[in-house]
């Protein structure tokens, strides 16, 4: 079970990424071939499609997450409802602070079944779907 979460993770990851540098090098392309005057902008590009590739990975949980769906796990709520956009905010905000991140992962690392410390926090759990 540790090895397909770690999966489903680096499959979120990829995926919003893969999305945002697609999009990046389609629109620096098009302003390098077709509006020159327009490179100094091909930064803030860059930058606003890292940050839409961060949110999407925030929310990826919020509706179940597409990687997760593929290798059939699900993050619910106590209830069995879907954690919501800040449910999900909540979840995933810790993985992107140095250190914090593998302390937070440390439970996942050591029993793959383990929940992360953010999921107890916020009240959400990963079920595996069969």
């Known amino acids: 079970m540790r090895l397909a979460r770690l999966l489903a993770f680096l499959l979120d990851v990829l995926l919003c ?8 090098l389609v629109l620096t392309a098009l302003i390098w071939r077709f509006f020159p005057a327009a490179t ?9 499609l890292a940050l839409g590739a961060m949110l999407a990975f ?5 509706g179940g ?3 997760r769906r593929w290798l059939g ?7 069995g409802r879907a954690p919501g956009p800040w449910g999900s905010i909540r979840r995933n905000l810790p993985l992107f602070i140095p250190g914090w991140n593998l302390f937070d992962a440390w439970p996942l690392l050591s029993n ?4 992360r410390r953010c999921d107890t926090r916020s009240g959400t759990c990963m079920l595996r779907i069969t």
């Open 112 to 115: 793959g079944a383990g929940p």
């Open 17 to 24: 990424a893969v999305a945002a540098d697609l999009a990046g």
């Open 65 to 67: 997450g597409r990687a």
């Open 40 to 48: 100094a902008a091909i930064a803030w590009i860059w930058a606003a």
């Open 58 to 62: 925030l929310l990826r949980d919020s």
């Open 73 to 79: 796990f699900e993050v619910q709520r106590a209830d």
